[in-house]
């Protein structure tokens, strides 16, 4: 069974510092995607991750997958206000098959003070 | 482009009465259609998921039930609701993207079940 892990669940950081959430999986796998939601609002996907050593930036996130280490790491740089969500990292297993479902991650809920 | 609706969007409803939760996909055909719960400020708990006409898959065994009897409408029902039934409900589909392909999963606005 694929399990993934989040680490830390709950995040409070200050405006301007830099912090990084990690995401641990079980099993094999290249696929790894990221998702942000919003309070009280739907998922959003963030970023696709399809190869080991992808890795992805928009704005002040940056996400990479490292398969060997059944890692993906996203970093935030000058954390602002507007980040303060909560971020799920996802992944795909057997995805050549096309229909298996993601298996998310509990979430990360980050707070960004002032 | 493909769009994702979900209705209805909240709804409040007693113990013991049925539920009916809607989810069609635009602009494709042929989707993987997905349910998922979130409880309130929890994680996401797949429910059921779909990969074709009448072909439904369970991932707990619970008060609900899904039915998928168009390609691109999803259904989510229950005959006798119970408190433990509330929560966020998200549809999601995922276009079958196979090896070169990323899936990735969308989701719809959800729907918002309390139980009283």
């Known amino acids: 069974e694929l399990k993934v892990e989040q680490n830390p669940l709950f995040l409070s950081m200050q405006e301007g510092k830099n912090y990084t959430i990690y995401c641990n999986y079980s099993t094999t796998s290249d696929r790894l995607y990221w998702y942000r939601q919003d309070p009280g609002k739907s998922l959003e996907s963030l970023f696709v991750?399809?190869?080991?050593?992808a890795v992805k930036q928009e704005g002040r996130l940056m996400a990479s997958l490292d398969t060997k280490a059944r890692l993906s790491t996203l970093h935030i740089t000058a954390a602002v206000h507007d980040l303060s969500a909560t971020y799920f990292c996802?992944?795909?297993?057997?995805?050549?098959?096309?229909?298996?479902?993601?298996?998310f991650g509990k979430g990360t809920r980050l707070s960004v003070i002032a | 482009s493909q769009t994702i609706h979900q209705w209805p969007a909240t709804l409040v409803q007693p113990v013991g009465s049925p539920l009916s939760l809607e989810c069609t996909v635009e602009?494709?055909?042929?989707?993987?259609l997905y349910w998922y719960r979130q409880a309130a400020g929890r994680g996401l708990q797949l429910l059921f998921y779909s990969v074709g006409i009448g072909q439904i898959s369970s991932e707990v065994p619970q008060n609900l039930s899904a039915s998928r009897p168009q390609d691109r409408q999803f259904i989510l029902s229950s005959k006798k609701l119970l408190l433990s039934d509330s929560g966020f409900y998200l549809c999601?589909?995922?276009?079958?993207?196979?090896?070169?392909?990323?899936?990735?999963?969308?989701f719809g606005a959800g729907s918002r079940l309390t139980v009283l």
């Open positions: 999601a589909w995922k276009f079958r993207a196979g090896w070169s392909g990323a899936n990735v999963l969308t």
């Open positions: 991750l399809l190869s080991n050593g």
């Open positions: 996802a992944v795909d297993i057997l995805y050549y098959s096309g229909n298996t479902p993601l298996v």
């Open positions: 602009g494709t055909s042929n989707p993987n």
